[in-house]
T-cell receptor, first 112, second 113 residues
Framework: IAGITQAPTSQILAAGRRMTLRCTQD?????MYWYRQDLGLGLRLIHY???????GKGEVPDGYSVSRANTDDFPLTLASAVPSQTSVYFC???????????FGSGTRLTVV | SQKIEQNSEALNIQEGKTATLTCNYTNYSPAYLQWYRQDPGRGPVFLLL?????KEKRKERLKVTFDTTLKQSLFHITASQPADSATYLC????????????FGTGTLLAVQP
């Protein structure tokens, strides 16, 4: 089934540890996005990539980095996790301007 | 800055009635708005996109309107069913090079049988 696969589905992480959230799509979409979702704050954009080889900062990029080596993969890295990064993280992609976003099922991350 | 607002209070309606959810935006005229459905523990699912030059868009039991004068979009579900119970998110295109969406916090719809 075409879509976005995120891994892991959930993780408990010690503060200060490094973590990479994985995101893979099989739809050949050029644009990909990372959002975090927190209660009362909704979905906020962390980083985006309009095409392979390019990335950009979203609304809340501090403490996160991304790479886009190819069309299919868009990993999100937390260099040194802090408790405020406890959230649900969603990866998304888009086919083009006339289309909605396709979201993954999310990664629930708890930093303790 | 761009802002998009949805009623944070849950909407409770009876099965068979029409549910109407509201999305208001300020400080920016988006080229289009999108509506998504999100179930607990799942990612949002795209439902409808409406452009600024479209007054109304329909898809099965769903209808979306876009009023650029009121800076408002209404999302209607006719003949609602308990299976329609979910959180519905409105999103506006943020513009610029990112083509990013700015999401509202969503409205929880509960359809009672």
């Amino acid at each position: 089934i075409a879509g976005i696969t995120q891994a892991p589905t959930s993780q408990i992480l010690a503060a200060g540890r490094r973590m990479t959230l994985r995101c893979t799509q099989d739809m050949r979409h050029n644009a990909m996005y990372w959002y975090r979702q927190d209660l009362g704050l909704g979905l906020r954009l962390i980083h985006y990539s309009n095409t392979a080889g390019t990335t950009g900062k979203g609304e809340v990029p501090d403490g996160y980095s991304v790479s886009r080596a190819n069309t299919d993969d868009f990993p999100l890295t937390l260099a040194s996790a802090v408790p405020s990064q406890t959230s649900v993280y969603f990866c998304a992609s888009r086919q083009g301007a006339n289309y909605g976003y396709t979201f993954g099922s999310g990664t629930r991350l708890t930093v303790v | 800055s761009q802002k998009i607002e949805q009623n944070s209070e849950a909407l409770n309606i009876q099965e068979g009635k029409t549910a109407t959810l509201t999305c208001n935006y300020t400080n920016y005229s988006p080229a289009y708005l999108q509506w998504y459905r999100q179930d607990p523990g799942r990612g949002p699912v795209f439902l409808l996109l409406i452009r600024e030059n479209e007054k109304e868009k329909r898809k099965e039991r769903l209808k979306v309107t876009f009023d650029t004068t009121l800076k408002q979009s209404l999302f209607h579900i006719t003949a609602s069913q308990p299976a329609d119970s979910a959180t519905y998110l409105c999103a506006q295109w943020g513009g610029g090079a990112t083509n990013k969406l700015i999401f509202g916090t969503g409205t929880l719809l509960a359809v009672q049988p």
